[in-house]
């Protein structure tokens, strides 16, 4: 139910760079109207502005790929942590099976 309650880490990303594109207007074109330009060759907009724009949005994209492949990474770890931790559990509870069927055989 939680994963319901709580957007997706894709979803939280999207929005994110949706609101900040929102507030600039079209990337590349100069100045936007959510403040500070973003340095001399965006406000200055043009050719050059749309590739400054076009690379960072790149940048992101791949920095967040990056991050959901190691997010991915680490919960596969983890639950290569918990099946190994499963094995060694029912191994305990298998030793101490045989110590109950042992202590009832010598009654």
Same mark, same amino acid.
């Given at each position: 139910?939680?994963?319901?309650?709580?957007?997706?880490?894709?979803?939280?990303?999207?929005?994110?760079?949706?609101? %900040?594109?929102?507030? @600039?207007?079209?990337?590349? =074109?100069?100045?936007?109207?959510?403040? &500070? &330009? &973003?340095?001399?060759?965006?406000? %200055?907009?043009? %050719?050059?502005?749309?590739? =400054? !724009? !076009?690379?960072?949005?790149?940048?992101?994209?791949?920095?967040?790929?990056?991050?959901? %492949?190691?997010?991915?990474?680490?919960? @596969?770890?983890?639950?290569?942590?918990? +099946?190994?931790?499963?094995?060694? @559990? =029912? *191994?305990?509870?298998? *030793?101490?099976?045989?110590?109950?069927?042992?202590? +009832?055989?010598?009654?």
């Amino acid at each position: 139910m939680a994963r319901f309650l709580r957007p997706t880490v894709r979803t939280f990303f999207n929005t994110q760079l949706r609101m %900040a594109s929102d507030q @600039l207007g079209e990337l590349g =074109q100069g100045a936007g109207k959510g403040g &500070g &330009g &973003g340095g001399s060759i965006r406000e %200055a907009g043009g %050719a050059m502005g749309k590739k =400054q !724009a !076009a690379e960072e949005e790149m940048y992101f994209k791949r920095k967040e790929k990056e991050q959901l %492949a190691a997010l991915k990474n680490h919960h @596969l770890e983890e639950i290569d942590h918990h +099946k190994k931790e499963i094995e060694r @559990l =029912q *191994r305990e509870i298998d *030793r101490h099976k045989g110590k109950i069927r042992k202590l +009832k055989h010598d009654d």
